[in-house]
T-cell receptor, first 112, second 113 residues
Framework: EPEVTQTPSHQVTQMGQEVILRCVPI?????FYWYRQILGQKVEFLVS????????KSEIFDDQFSVERPDGSNFTLKIRSTKLEDSAMYFC??????????FGPGTRLTVT | GESVGLHLPTLSVQEGDNSIINCAYS??????FIWYKQESGKGPQFIID?????DKRQGQRVTVLLNKTVKHLSLQIAATQPGDSAVYFC????????????FGSGTQLTVLP
């Protein structure tokens, strides 16, 4: 069964450093998303991406964040200058057209 | 602001019993409601969804009920199994949004042997 994959599973970085989180969505999916989950809290929407552009973003997704689909398979989330409060699980998701979004296993980002 | 929330943070049931997980929502403009299951260390897993023009939908061992009058959503799991132990989230998609999911805070379901 096809699934969303994410790398790395755990990323440790120092405050102020740039990180890139990588995702490979399910191959025939058209919509791509990033969510995050701070430990013990709700899953929060960051951004949705369709047709090579951002279709929606939340207040969390400020100028420090960017997304890219550099080729036909990868979907990346970049945080330019990480802050302590960026520590969280970051989930990538994808969907065909309908509301059913398939999530990856997540990347745990730890900012020290 | 608008929010989706859960009534109970934890629920324990005996193996073989039925489970009911509840969720209250406040955004009457939501088009879809979705239940996700999240096991420890994994991403949310889609269980079942329901459109706002329906009041009931059944899947394999799961049923979702939607009561728009009181803005309440429930997930019923029949014959609960140990593998059902997880955190369950309800989520909504608001009309006009680009499929942005708004998640509730989650209910921890524990299945007792």
């Amino acid at each position: 069964e096809p699934e969303v994959t994410q790398t790395p599973s755990h990323q440790v970085t120092q405050m102020g450093q740039e990180v890139i989180l990588r995702c490979v969505p399910i191959s025939n999916h058209l919509y791509f998303y990033w969510y995050r989950q701070i430990l013990g809290q709700k899953v929060e929407f960051l951004v949705s991406f369709y047709n090579n552009e951002i279709s929606e973003k939340s207040e969390i997704f400020d100028d420090q964040f960017s997304v890219e689909r550099p080729d036909g398979s990868n979907f990346t989330l970049k945080i330019r200058s990480t802050k302590l409060e960026d520590s969280a699980m970051y989930f990538c998701a994808s969907s065909v057209r309908g509301p059913e979004q398939y999530f990856g296993p997540g990347t745990r980002l730890t900012v020290t | 602001g608008e929010s989706v929330g859960l009534h109970l943070p934890t629920l324990s049931v005996q193996e073989g019993d039925n489970s009911i997980i509840n969720c209250a929502y406040s955004n009457s403009a939501s088009d879809y409601f979705i239940w996700y299951k999240q096991e420890s260390g994994k991403g949310p897993q889609f269980i079942i969804d329901i459109r706002s023009n329906m009041d009931k939908r059944q899947g394999q061992r799961v049923t979702v009920l939607l009561n728009k009058t009181v803005k309440h959503l429930s997930l019923q799991i029949a014959a609960t199994q140990p593998g059902d132990s997880a955190v369950y989230f309800c989520a909504e998609i608001t009309s006009g949004s680009a499929r942005q999911l708004t998640f509730g805070s989650g209910t921890q379901l524990t299945v007792l042997p």
